[in-house]
């Protein structure tokens, strides 16, 4: 008679094999409780027509198992021009949260004058919240409601966009991999996506009988938003342009599968030694 293992020892045996067969991205939002009460909750509509609004949110590449060290995916977009930045970090501490936070602002070609995330501790800890507050012009800062995707709805729709279709749903559990998928979200990846790569605004949504109605706009690249948001000086729209010019983006995607390809070999070799551990 074969001997009886138990529920939670099948478990422990098994979540590596699971940790490789299942593709689908996991939830690892951990509510924080130390400020939940102190950050409001986006009850009023964002202004969505002045860029400097963004919503922040993180995707786990874990797999199918959030058990372990593994690297996140962080994910910012403009509610205005849809201009989204993105960047990893190992863990998703508060240090290495705030600073690639803090690397996003600097390269913004607007101001930052909100930020709306959900709530995790990622997003709701001191450090992330002095930074933000603490300064001259404080930056609004808001949560969404718990259990409630559709609060960062703008954000949610690009963690397609950004890290699932470049990285896909695989486990990345190497550090080593942290700066190198920065440089192709930061040199690649973000002036692709911004400068070339058009998309569609919801602008009227409407109930007839059970149905609803929805519009939306012409589409336009996120530069191409800005451009008529006349929120840039001149100057900056000068930059913007010289920039949008010296860009190629059969160049950008000749170098995104460069740089692309010893990031995801090396994932993939990671996977094979488990394989045959």
């Not at 729709?157 to 890290?163: D, F, S």
Request: proline share 5%; with cysteine; hydrophobic share 40%.
């Amino acid at each position: 008679m074969a001997d009886e293992v138990s529920a939670a020892t099948l478990d422990r045996l098994l979540q590596r094999v699971r940790a490789q067969t299942s593709l689908r991205g996991l939830c690892g939002t951990k509510p924080g409780t130390l400020l939940r009460q102190q950050i409001p909750i986006q009850g009023e509509v964002w202004n969505e027509k002045r860029a400097g609004f963004l919503e922040a949110d993180r995707v786990a590449h874990c797999g199918g198992s959030l058990a372990g060290n593994f690297i996140w995916s962080l994910t910012f977009t403009d509610l205005a021009s849809a201009w989204t930045s993105g960047r990893v970090v190992w863990n998703k501490g508060a240090t290495g949260v705030l600073e690639q936070t803090r690397q996003v602002e600097e390269q913004l070609p607007f101001a930052l004058l909100g930020l709306d995330f959900d709530n995790g501790t990622e997003w709701l800890n001191w450090h992330l919240i002095r930074y933000l507050q603490e300064r001259i012009r404080p930056v609004k800062v808001t949560r969404s409601r718990p259990y409630h995707k559709d609060d960062n709805a703008h954000v949610e729709q690009k963690n397609w966009m950004w890290p699932r279709q470049l990285l896909g749903y695989g486990r990345l559990e190497e550090p080593a991999l942290v700066d190198p998928i920065n440089r192709i979200y930061r040199e690649i990846w973000e002036p692709l996506q911004n400068f070339f790569l058009p998309s569609m605004k919801l602008v009227e949504k409407k109930r007839i009988g059970a149905r609803w109605q929805r519009k939306h706009d012409a589409p336009q690249t996120a530069y191409q938003r800005l451009l008529k948001l006349n929120v840039l000086t001149g100057k900056k729209k000068r930059q913007m342009r010289d920039r949008h010019e010296s860009l190629d983006p059969f160049v950008l995607h000749e170098q995104l599968e460069k740089a692309l390809r010893p990031v995801l070999a090396r994932a993939g070799s990671q996977i094979k030694l488990e394989n045959s551990a």
